[in-house]
Every structure is written in C-alpha cells, then in structure tokens.
C-alpha cells in the first residue's frame, strides 16, 4: 500500500510504526474471510482492509476522526484472526491500537456513551468495585426487560444481563502471597497475574493454577504491587491508564526474588496474556522501562505455555469426558498456541473435539459483548451452535471473557483448562462439573 506521510509525520513513532504496517498492506482481502464483523455484517468498512483505509485515511490527512471512522473502528473486536490469515505479515493489532488512541483524543463521543466508557474503565478493572457494581446489577436485574434492546439502553441491558446469578466470595488463595513448591525444592519461581475480573467471575481459575503449579514444583508469587494487565483500558484508547496499571506490573515483577525477577510470569486468561507479552512494544520509547518491559514480555507464558515445559507427569482424567475445546482468539491469533492447550488435554486422557469455525471470535473481546451487545450476541449464538453441535459434555477454553460469554448461552458446563488439568493431576472435581 502506497502512503504519503510527510516527514514532519514521520518523526512520530507511532505514525513511523503504522507508516511500516500500511506499506506492508497489499489488498489481498484473503482477511474479510475469516473477519467475525464482515463475516456477519458483509459491509467492507467492518473488514480488516475497509477499517485500513479508514485508518490510513485518518492519520495521512492529520485530522479528528469523524463519527464513520469510529463506527467501523468501535465495531472491530480485536480478535487479530485477520494478522493468522494475512499472507503479508500486516500487524493489525498494532494499527487499530494506535486508532482507538488517536480516536480517543481527538472525537468527541455522544455524552453517553463517554459515560459508559468512563464507568467500565473505573469498575472492571479494580475487583473491589467490580464486586460491588455486579452486586447492584445483581439487584436491578428484574428491571432488564423494562429497557429498549437497542442503542445505550440496549448496553445497560447488556450490562445487566453479564451478571452473574451468583456472585462468588473471594478466594482465601487471593492477594500478595507466595505458595511453596510442594517438595520444598523449587524447579521454577514464577509470577502469577492474578487479572482483575477473573478475581471476581471466578476465582477457582487462579486457585486451580496455583494448586497445579506448586504440585509440579513451583514456587507461585503474587507480587506486591501488580494488578489489572491495562488490556480493558488500552482498547479504549485510553493509553495513559493502560500504560500506567503496565508500568506498575513490570515493576512489581521485576523486583521479586531480590530483584531477580521470576522465571516466568504466568498467565491464565489469555487476553492478558496478549497484552502482557506486547509490553516491549508499548515500552519502545520509554527510556526508563524499556529494558525491564522487553524483559517481561520475553518472561510471561500463558499457563499452557509453561505447563507444557514442566510436564504433566501422570496426571490422567478422572472421568471419560468428551470436550468441546474453544480456542480463545487472543490464544489462538495473538499468542499463536491454539494447539497447546488442546494437546495438554488429550495427553492426560479427555476426548477433545473442535467446533466448526473454530477461528471465529464468541463475541466477548474485553469490553465487547457490553460496547457492542447486538453484534455481540450474534457471535456468540453462532459459537454457541457450533460448540454445542458437539455433543459435549462440556466446554474448555483459556480465556475468562469467553467462559462469561459461551457460559451464559450455553447448555453444558463451561470450564478453564487449568481447572480440568488441576483435577487430572489430583485437585478438586471443578465446581461447574459438580
């Protein structure tokens, strides 16, 4: 793709960055075949390429972004299958990322909806507040049918109807601690993100990967100081947030063990995980940080990751279970390891199958399913027929945003993998199974 920044432009990193992404661009369109929004939609403006040439178009002439631009970008859902598809390397990712930021800055949106924007960036990503807001959504529930599907309203309904029916106590594993290696001798002392909604939807998940990784020989902190990963922030634009709650993780990380730093970050929602590794590169020209978030990036491993290099030993399941494995897009698209955590659990003895369209997004994507409920909820009875179509006795996946989303649609059980592989090593039956 041709580009005609000027070299005043150009002096911006980021223009520099998405100056490089552009030119990569050929116009292939091998990306609108597996884009959910186009997919669903058939509008070109909702595909990877129509949403370039918005971009392009914005940041060549200097301008705001005006209200179609951010249409089409708003219903992008980051979901990066177009950057597995793309024959051209095109990061995507990074493009759309620098448009929510200069969306941010420069379009002034409906009071409303900056509203709502204000209110998940100041809820979601602190458990306290979170619990205390789904305790209120818990309560205004009844009133859900009194609101319009459509428009804001049809977001609050959104919201409402994300809650769960019942929300759970925290976990006595929760908060700045460190787990011993069972043993004593440790093979590995890792960092485990604790992420902020997970905490609070369900806080079994981070029980079970500690369980896990201690029985096979890890030493598990949670460090002082680290907290939301800054993904829900930073796909709102909202870069200033996103960089600050990143900043505080690095180092907190980097100061544990006398300032060693762990072995690994770990980390069980996959969506954080994307978020976390791509540290390096939001800290390209922070002199300071730089060093320290190109390290951590190198250092975090989705559980999956690691649980692979550790070995499962003779774990083995307790229970012939047929699962439907679905593959979190930020696992499958943004960290490229579809395939690792669906060995993991064939190798300790459950019958896994693969859903039709397995590389479609369930419609969850961070923020998604509450900014863009309507395209949402279609996504997600697509997901939802083809998981279950199956005939599972229950759903796997690797990312806390998806269980939510399949969870609340479908008929079956839906459950992390660590929790299933926690069980097959000697941990609890997980709670959904009971």
């Known amino acids: 793709m041709q580009t005609h920044f000027t070299l005043k432009q150009l002096a911006d990193p980021n223009i520099a960055e998405s100056d490089k992404i552009l030119r990569a661009c050929v116009?292939?369109?091998?990306?609108?075949?597996?884009?959910?929004?186009?997919?669903?939609?058939?509008?070109?403006?909702?595909?990877?390429?129509?949403?370039?040439?918005?971009?392009?178009?914005?940041?060549?002439?200097?301008?705001?972004?005006?209200?179609?631009?951010?249409?089409?970008?708003?219903?992008?859902?980051?979901?990066?299958?177009?950057?597995?598809?793309?024959?051209?390397?095109?990061?995507?990712?990074?493009?759309?990322?620098?448009?929510?930021?200069?969306?941010?800055?420069?379009?002034?949106r409906p009071f409303l909806d900056r509203a709502l924007r204000a209110v998940l960036a100041a809820i979601l990503p602190y458990p306290g507040r979170m619990r205390v807001a789904l305790i209120g959504a818990l309560l205004a529930k009844p009133l859900r049918m009194l609101l319009p599907s459509k428009g804001f309203f049809g977001r609050m309904r959104a919201l409402l109807d994300m809650a769960p029916a019942r929300i759970p106590s925290p976990s006595p594993m929760e908060g700045v601690k460190l787990f011993p290696a069972e043993g004593g001798k440790a093979r590995k002392r890792v960092a485990l993100l604790q992420g902020c909604a997970q905490r609070v939807l369900a806080p079994q998940i981070n029980d079970a990967t500690i369980r896990l990784l201690t029985r096979l020989g890890c030493d598990v902190a949670i460090a002082d100081g680290s907290g939301c990963c800054g993904a829900l922030v930073h796909h709102m634009g909202k870069t200033e947030a996103s960089h600050e709650a990143a900043a505080a993780n690095i180092r907190a990380w980097m100061k544990l063990w006398g300032g060693?730093?762990?072995?690994?970050?770990?980390?069980?929602?996959?969506?954080?995980?994307?978020?976390?590794?791509?540290?390096?590169?939001?800290?390209?020209?922070?002199?300071?940080?730089?060093?320290?978030?190109?390290?951590?990036?190198?250092?975090t491993k989705d559980i999956s990751e690691l649980l692979t290099e550790l070995g499962m030993g003779n774990a083995k399941a307790p229970e012939q279970l047929v699962v439907a494995?679905?593959?979190?897009?930020?696992?499958?698209?943004?960290?490229?390891?579809?395939?690792?955590?669906?060995?993991?659990?064939?190798?300790?003895?459950?019958?896994?199958?693969?859903?039709?369209?397995?590389?479609?997004?369930?419609?969850?994507?961070?923020?998604y399913n509450l900014m863009q409920p309507e395209l949402a909820q279609q996504l997600q009875a697509r997901k939802v027929a083809n998981l279950q179509a199956l005939k599972p006795d229950l759903v796997a996946a690797g990312n806390i945003g998806c269980i939510a989303q399949i969870g609340a649609a479908a008929s079956v059980p839906v459950v992390h993998t660590v929790e299933l592989l926690d069980w097959a090593s000697g941990g609890p039956k997980p709670e959904a199974l009971a």
């Not at 058939?42 to 370039?52: K, Q, T």
């Not at 791509?278 to 002199?287: A, I, K, N």
């Not at 955590?341 to 994507?365: N, Q, Y």
């Open 325 to 367: 494995y679905h593959s979190a897009c930020s696992l499958q698209h943004g960290q490229k390891l579809g395939a690792v955590p669906r060995k993991l659990l064939a190798d300790v003895g459950f019958e896994i199958r693969d859903p039709a369209e397995g590389h479609l997004c369930c419609g969850s994507a961070g923020t």
């Open 27 to 108: 116009h292939c369109g091998f990306c609108t075949a597996t884009c959910p929004t186009y997919v669903t939609l058939g509008d070109e403006l909702d595909s990877p390429r129509g949403r370039i040439y918005l971009i392009k178009d914005m940041l060549e002439a200097g301008r705001a972004a005006d209200a179609r631009t951010v249409k089409h970008v708003d219903r992008c859902l980051s979901c990066l299958s177009c950057m597995t598809t793309c024959p051209s390397g095109v990061n995507y990712m990074h493009l759309v990322d620098h448009a929510r930021a200069h969306i941010e800055k420069t379009y002034t």
């Open 260 to 299: 060693a730093g762990p072995d690994a970050i770990v980390v069980n929602a996959s969506g954080c995980g994307t978020t976390v590794k791509d540290y390096g590169f939001m800290f390209r020209e922070d002199p300071h940080l730089k060093a320290f978030a190109e390290d951590v990036s190198r250092r």
